[in-house]
């Protein structure tokens, strides 16, 4: 029942003028079945990239499309805020929205408050949100990581109005995500043990059961420098769901080999599914 999914994260890189032909070409190295692909470009170049990507060149074999995320967006509807993107803003540009990124955390001192507002306005707009835990190195040296990302996901999620079901069976897609992403392993070529983030997920997912979301319908996606060489070891776990996926993404041969084996994982779940 849960997806596989990869999401390309491609933080502040790419400009409008090249960022189409890069989502061009990673769509059509990518076209394999049973995979939900993302591409979460800068917000000026969520255009582009649209552009680029829609269409059949872009489609799997299944007709499964590109989808196309914002890395961010703001937790008011409107008014005074000086540079900012709301989500009413994104509609027609995007149809995911990544929340809540140890990156925002650390760079634009986001809270859990302000990420549990971001999460409302993103349903209420239609977009599929993938909310972003993880701790810092010296949290899991003390043994603190799993009550750190249980406290983030309580700050994020006690008592939203998420959609339910949480599986929309009717798009086949999730309304929540997960992204588990230990900080320590964002962009420092360090990547965590696929059997730690393993474990994690399966905290993740009773948290989330204790907070009345079915946690087994929510993917939970491992990120913290994913390379295709290291990406078998997060699929073989069944309870992580794929990858966040940050430098990586900006090289099409990278994401070719990362959805390629994210299809054979996809593959195998529903064989596994129709035999039972
Ligand atoms: P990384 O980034 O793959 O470059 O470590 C992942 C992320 O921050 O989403």
């Known amino acids: 029942m849960r997806r596989v999914i990869v999401a390309a994260n491609w933080k502040m890189n790419t400009t409008p003028a090249d960022a189409g032909e890069l989502a061009r070409t990673i769509a059509g190295r990518t076209r394999v079945d049973g ?16 552009d680029a990507v829609a269409g059949d060149a872009s489609s799997a ?9 914002a890395q961010n967006v703001h937790h008011a509807a409107a008014g005074a805020h000086t540079g900012e993107i709301s989500a009413s803003m994104l509609a027609g540009l995007a149809t995911w929205v990544i929340i809540g990124h140890s990156e925002r955390r650390r760079d ?4 859990d408050t302000q990420i549990a507002a971001k999460l409302v306005r993103a349903w209420s707009a239609g977009l599929r949100p993938i909310l972003c835990v993880g701790e810092v190195l010296a949290d899991r040296d003390a043994g603190r990581a799993d009550d750190v990302v249980e406290g983030q996901l309580r700050g994020a999620l006690a008592g939203a109005p998420i959609p339910t079901p949480v599986h929309d069976a009717g798009a086949d897609l999730p309304w929540l995500t997960i992204a588990y992403e230990p900080v320590w392993a964002i962009g420092t070529g360090r990547n965590a043990r696929g059997s730690d983030a393993a474990a994690m997920a399966a905290a993740i997912r009773r948290t989330l059961d204790d907070l009345g979301i079915e946690g087994a319908a929510v993917p939970i996606l491992y990120g913290g420098s994913v390379t295709s060489a290291n990406i078998d ?11 966040l996926v940050g430098g990586a993404s900006l090289k099409a041969d990278e994401m070719a080999g990362i959805v390629a ?11 596994h599914a129709t035999t039972g």
Do not use: K, M, N, Q
């Open 35 to 50: 995979v939900v692909r993302i591409i979460c470009p800068p917000f000026v170049c969520l255009g582009p990239v649209g």
């Open 61 to 69: 074999p299944d007709g499964s499309p590109v989808l196309v995320g």
């Open 108 to 111: 634009a001192g986001e809270t």
């Open 233 to 243: 070891e997060f699929l073989a776990e069944p309870g992580l769901d794929g990858a």
């Open 261 to 271: 084996r994210a299809g054979t994982t996809a593959a195998a779940r529903a064989a």
